[in-house]
């Protein structure tokens, strides 16, 4: 399945796509019973009801089919509790620092608001001087998740997305620590959709990041330094993850701040960013 959130800003409505992703089903329109949001639907217990219905769509009432290209995609949950973030955890991008492999994973946040839509702009903050682009492998957690162990984490995942880490590296090294430089609003587009595990090898996704149509980053998860299902155990360990917690498992070879010279992004660039088999996500700097 690919679940969605579609709609404007603020009020955005559960659905999925169908018909090659051209068409959205908005899913409590079709079936009453079901919720109107993406957090409630990963709170309930309603993927068997969702399933049945969107094997045979030809009974849903045409009232309750969009066209994908008419309505505004909003991340697949609109405002996550946490979105934990993951430093320094390909095998690439950490070769291009000169940095060993972190032993355990290093984890900082992004703010809840900073999350926005695959297509929404990212604004260029005033007092930014350096902004970056980061593609990353997203994880998005359907249960309560405490003390997980690694083998069991896919029991805890709702589904995977692509995400878009945008960074002000000017306040992420000046302020010593990540959170601000990390959190500026808009600075976390993700989506288009979520896409259920069954449908996803995590552990072999190609990510590309383009800028104005030249390749910047090109790798794999396969590079992952410390995987997804570590990710989930390790996080757990201390925190509870709720679900719609988003996990940004780290980005790969290729920002713009370590290029030689530096290739950072101005207004006006558009940013592609695609983990292949999930979607991609489209953001111009304004």
């Not at 090659?20 to 019973?33: F, S």
């Not at 969702?50 to 045979?56: E, I, S």
């Not at 601000?180 to 609003?185: E, T, V």
């Amino acid at each position: 399945m690919r679940l969605v959130s579609f709609g404007p800003a603020g009020s955005e409505r559960l659905g999925a796509l169908i018909a090659n992703e051209t068409k959205i089903v908005d899913l409590n329109k079709a079936d009453p019973a079901l919720p109107d949001q993406m957090l409630a639907y990963l709170r309930g217990d309603f993927e068997s009801r969702v399933r049945k219905l969107l094997a045979d769509t030809s009974q849903v009432a045409p009232s309750a089919v969009v066209d994908r290209a008419a309505v505004r995609l909003g991340a697949p949950v609109p405002r996550p509790g946490l979105i934990v973030c993951v430093g320094l955890n390909y095998k690439d991008h950490a070769d291009e620092q000169g940095h060993e492999y972190p032993k355990a994973p290093l984890l900082f946040c992004k703010a809840p608001f900073s999350a926005v839509g695959p297509n929404d702009d990212v604004v260029y903050p005033e007092d930014v001087t350096q902004l970056d682009y980061e593609v990353e492998l997203g994880v998005v957690i359907g249960k309560p998740a405490k003390r997980v162990k690694a083998e069991d984490a896919g029991r805890y995942i709702a589904g995977y997305c692509t995400l878009h880490d945008v960074s002000a590296r000017c306040a992420q090294f000046g302020d010593k620590q990540w959170f601000r430089g990390k959190s500026f609003d808009t600075f976390c587009p993700f989506g288009p959709a979520l896409v259920t595990p069954e449908e996803v090898d995590a552990a072999n996704l190609k990510l590309t990041c383009k800028v104005n149509g030249e390749i910047r980053q090109n790798s794999n998860t396969n590079n992952l330094i410390h995987e997804v299902p570590k990710l989930v155990a390790y996080i757990s360990r201390g925190i509870t993850l709720q679900p719609g917690d988003v996990i940004a498992t780290g980005t790969p070879a290729g920002v713009g701040v370590f290029m030689k010279p530096p290739a950072l992004l101005k207004r006006g660039d558009l940013v592609e960013l695609e983990v292949h088999g999930l979607g991609k996500i489209v953001n111009r700097i304004v």
